[in-house]
């Protein structure tokens, strides 16, 4: 079975600064997806960064970008000029691209991300 | 545009009893997948639903049970309620034809409905 890992509990970060989030996953697969997704105060999950892992180039979505080492089994959330609105908890989720279970996420536990003024 | 729309927001309900929570996906899709997000966990998945048929299920008890409606809305329902099912519940929806597909594959949740379970 997928596994995903975030082993940062809680990171904090200054406000324009730049703060890096972690995240390993364990697979067999060789084709996938992988996303970063935020989840405010509202509870609803919102996408920020996507990530198919037959593409070598690293994805980026205006501050946000990823560092996808697919050997390494990384996907990294780099966050830029951090902003007070960024503050949230930020789960990483694996998919498979196809085949049993290739229709729901696998969610790490979460990181909480505070922006200090 | 109607994001995806989940009713009720909280309740509260006593061990043993029953629930029924309500979604309603995003206009224009058609697939609805419910998950459950313990207190400082990450959302597990509990079912899909396509087609009005489970299309696909995770690792929970026959106790949680599904419906999906010819509009495409749909229905978690979890039965003899325990104190370990006390969680946010969260409905994804999205487009089935983009699921399959490299390009697209966007999935859109809702706020969550709290259930507490005393």
């Known amino acids: 079975a997928q596994t995903v890992t975030q082993s940062q509990p809680e990171m904090s970060v200054q406000e324009a600064e730049t703060v890096t989030l972690s995240c390993t996953y364990d697979?067999?697969?060789?084709?996938?997806?992988l996303f970063w997704y935020k989840q405010p105060p509202s509870r609803q999950m919102i996408l920020v960064i996507r990530q198919e892992a037959y593409k070598q180039q690293n994805a980026t979505e205006n501050r946000f970008s990823v560092n996808f080492q697919k050997a390494a089994k990384s996907f990294s959330l780099k966050i830029s000029d951090s902003q007070l609105g960024d503050a949230a908890m930020y789960f990483c989720?694996?998919?498979?691209?196809?085949?049993?279970?290739?229709?729901?996420?696998?969610f790490g536990k979460g990181t909480k991300l505070s922006v200090i003024p | 545009d109607a994001g995806v729309t989940q009713s009720p927001t909280h309740l509260i309900k006593t061990r043993g009893q029953q629930v029924t929570l309500r979604c309603s996906p995003k206009s224009g899709h058609d697939t609805v997948s419910w998950y459950q997000q313990a207190l400082g966990q990450g959302p597990q998945f509990i079912f899909q639903?396509?087609?009005?048929?489970?299309?696909q299920r995770g690792n929970f008890p026959d106790r949680f049970s599904g419906h999906q409606f010819p509009n495409y809305s749909s229905e978690l329902n979890v039965n003899a309620l325990l104190l370990g099912d006390s969680a946010l519940y969260l409905c994804a929806s999205s487009l089935n034809r983009e699921l399959n597909r490299y390009s697209g594959n966007t999935i859109y949740f809702g706020e969550g409905s709290w259930l507490t379970v005393v």
């Open positions: 989720a694996y998919r498979r691209i196809a085949g049993a279970g290739s229709y729901q996420l696998t």
């Open positions: 697979t067999s697969e060789s084709d996938y997806y």
């Open positions: 639903y396509y087609e009005e048929e489970e299309r």
